[in-house]
């Protein structure tokens, strides 16, 4: 069996934490590694995995993380921001990211967590949540387009997934996933976690850019 290495960016908790919680399940498929900024914000077992100390904007750091790497899973959200707040975050991680990645002899695919309404998609969304789009997470809307446009430009495989607004309920392993509009409000992390880990492991969704709802 082939044994894919994954570096997980953004563990600690949320999305990146379900994920790596997944993979870790699976240690005959999935060598994990993870990039965080304190160990010790990693409140669960990470036994059979290699983490990383380090910051994902730093060039060094996410190359050391990403050196032996298959696939890399970036679920990383800006933190402790206010609503209206300017931010690039995501837009600086993906050029180092996607940098770092061209870098390798054999470039690893890169599946990026985006945001259901990023750029053209606004239009697709219920007109609720594009009024909150275009006014109080503007600027990191505007942050995540950054990130996917740049993302675009990767010579390797990438997959930029665009869920609706996150939940933390109960895994119920049913979704929709697609490009056209949906009409869907929501995903729980677990579920997100699910389809994510699909993206490991098959190649259906490269160079597309899926929404994730209910
Ligand atoms: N909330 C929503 O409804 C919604 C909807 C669609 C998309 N999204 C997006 O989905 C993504 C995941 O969100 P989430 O709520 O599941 O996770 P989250 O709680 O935003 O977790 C963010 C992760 O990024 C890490 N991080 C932040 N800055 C870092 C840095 N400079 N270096 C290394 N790690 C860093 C955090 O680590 P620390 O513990 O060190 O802070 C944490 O592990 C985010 O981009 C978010 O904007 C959210």
């Known amino acids: 069996m082939t044994i894919f290495n994954v570096t997980v960016i953004g563990a600690t908790r949320g999305t990146g934490k379900e994920v790596a919680l997944r993979l870790l399940q699976a240690p005959t498929k999935f060598h994990v590694t993870i990039l965080c900024r304190s160990a010790t ?90 009024v909150v789009c275009r006014t109080v997470i503007a600027n990191k809307m505007e942050d995540k387009f950054g990130m996917e446009e740049r993302v675009g430009k990767y010579k390797g495989e990438w997959v930029c997934v665009r869920p609706g607004m996150l939940t933390d309920g109960e895994e119920t392993g049913i979704y929709r996933v697609g490009e056209a509009p949906l009409n869907g409000w929501s995903i729980g992390r677990k579920d997100l976690a699910d389809f994510i880990l699909k993206c490991v492991e098959g190649d259906e969704w490269d160079g597309k850019k899926p929404v994730v709802v209910y």
């Open 41 to 130: 914000r990693l409140d669960y077992d990470t036994a059979g995995s290699t983490i990383i100390t380090g910051d994902a904007s730093n060039q060094h750091d996410v190359e050391t993380a990403i050196q032996n790497a298959n696939v890399v899973i970036s679920a990383l959200g800006a933190t402790n921001t206010t609503p209206f707040q300017k931010v690039d975050l995501l837009t600086h991680y993906a050029d180092v990211l996607v940098t770092a990645a061209e870098r390798l002899p054999v470039p690893p695919r890169l599946i990026f967590v985006s945001a259901m309404g990023t750029g053209e998609s606004i239009w697709t969304v219920p007109l609720l949540l594009q």
